[in-house]
T-cell receptor
Framework: DAGITQSPRHKVTETGTPVTLRCHQTENHRYMYWYRQDPGHGLRLIHYSYGVKDTDKGEVSDGYSVSRSKTEDFLLTLESATSSQTSVYFC???????????FGQGTRLTVV | KQEVTQIPAALSVPEGENLVLNCSFT??????LQWFRQDPGKGLTSLLLIQSSQREQTSGRLNASLDKSSGRSTLYIAASQPGDSATYLCALDMGGGETSGSRLTFGEGTQLTVNP
């Protein structure tokens, strides 16, 4: 399972509240990613990281921020959650710059 | 912008049948293509990765092929079993530099049901 742990696994939050999702890896890989999965859209890239403190935007980054203060943790923050951010969020890593991707088990987030 | 299409969206077959899942893409300048399996409520499990210079990859009963010129990949499953029931996703990496990583563009998947 590539040593990826996402927390929490499930969360229900209210509109307007901040939410932080955590992705933890045990293998010290350089590249980490956050995706969201929605019916009718498949998986889409939110943000990714290519090293400690090095991050960049993906396809659907509006309303999200990320931080990576140490190699093993990649945090995704919804500054003010909206109902449109109800989704399943997946963290992924790639051991190499271009290579096989491995995914965490996902976090189901519901914004009410 | 790369677009990835998987047809059919759903497929139901009897156990033992050989089957083919399709993935088509609009931009042939890909770096690699990866097939995943996703069980309900679970994460994605990597099945096969095909580099752009390769034509196919095999793992057990699975064989994935890649034809960049036609913008197509197929996943062949031999002698299907009920345990193969899942959603199968293809994803493309367009490549990039050191700061690009492996940013994937996904199809919406084919939901496969193998009936005993």
């Amino acid at each position: 399972d590539a040593g990826i742990t996402q927390s929490p696994r499930h969360k229900v939050t209210e509109t307007g509240t901040p939410v932080t999702l955590r992705c933890h890896q045990t293998e010290n890989h350089r590249y980490m990613y956050w995706y969201r999965q929605d019916p009718g859209h498949g998986l889409r890239l939110i943000h990714y990281s290519y090293g400690v403190k090095d991050t960049d935007k993906g396809e659907v980054s509006d309303g999200y921020s990320v931080s990576r203060s140490k190699t093993e943790d990649f945090l995704l923050t919804l500054e003010s959650a909206t109902s449109s951010q109800t989704s399943v969020y997946f963290c992924a890593i790639t051991p190499h710059r271009q290579g096989e991707a491995f995914f965490g088990q996902g976090t189901r987030l519901t914004v009410v | 912008k790369q677009e990835v299409t998987q047809i059919p969206a759903a497929l139901s077959v009897p156990e033992g049948e050989n089957l083919v899942l399709n993935c088509s893409f609009t931009d042939s300048a890909i770096y690699n293509l990866q097939w995943f399996r996703q069980d309900p409520g679970k994460g994605l499990t990597s099945l096969l990765l095909i580099q752009s210079s390769q034509r196919e990859q095999t793992s057990g009963r699975l064989n994935a092929s890649l034809d960049k010129s036609s913008g197509r990949s197929t996943l062949y499953i031999a002698a299907s079993q009920p345990g193969d029931s899942a959603t199968y996703l293809c994803a493309l990496d367009m490549g990039g530099g050191e700061t690009s990583g492996s940013r994937l563009t996904f199809g919406e998947g084919t939901q496969l049901t193998v009936n005993p």
